[in-house]
């Protein structure tokens, strides 16, 4: 199931994050001071983090959601949010 307002966000927010990159790149390859490159690096961690929030978030609000009302699906559900979770504490 996959809300296409919820995926069309996301993919904004990709190209976004593929623009800092590519900034990031140019920024790299003009020499620029290494403080200024590592602002922009920090910048580009908060945007992915952002995302991985967002991701979560449309996650928890589809998937979840439905996992938690059908039996079967509850256990999956637990599973992949334990596993979540683990992925964010590393």
Same mark, same amino acid.
Request: proline content about 1%; some cysteine; overall charge positive.
């Given at each position: 199931?996959?809300?296409?307002?919820?995926?069309?966000?996301?993919?904004?927010?990709?190209? $976004?994050?593929?623009?800092? %990159?590519?900034?990031?790149?140019?920024? !790299? *390859? @003009?020499? $620029?001071?290494?403080?200024? %490159?590592?602002?922009?690096?920090?910048? !580009? *961690? @908060?945007?992915?983090?952002?995302?991985?929030?967002?991701?979560?978030?449309?996650?928890?609000?589809?998937?979840?959601?439905?996992?938690?009302?059908?039996?079967?699906?509850?256990?999956?559900?637990?599973?992949?949010?334990?596993?979540?979770?683990?992925?964010?504490?590393?």
């Amino acid at each position: 199931m996959v809300d296409q307002k919820l995926k069309k966000r996301a993919l904004h927010r990709i190209k $976004i994050i593929r623009g800092q %990159l590519d900034g990031l790149l140019n920024a !790299i *390859e @003009r020499e $620029i001071y290494c403080p200024t %490159l590592l602002e922009q690096s920090r910048s !580009i *961690e @908060r945007s992915l983090k952002s995302l991985d929030t967002f991701l979560l978030e449309n996650h928890l609000r589809t998937h979840v959601k439905s996992q938690m009302q059908h039996k079967g699906d509850y256990e999956k559900a637990i599973k992949e949010l334990i596993a979540i979770y683990t992925l964010s504490n590393k």
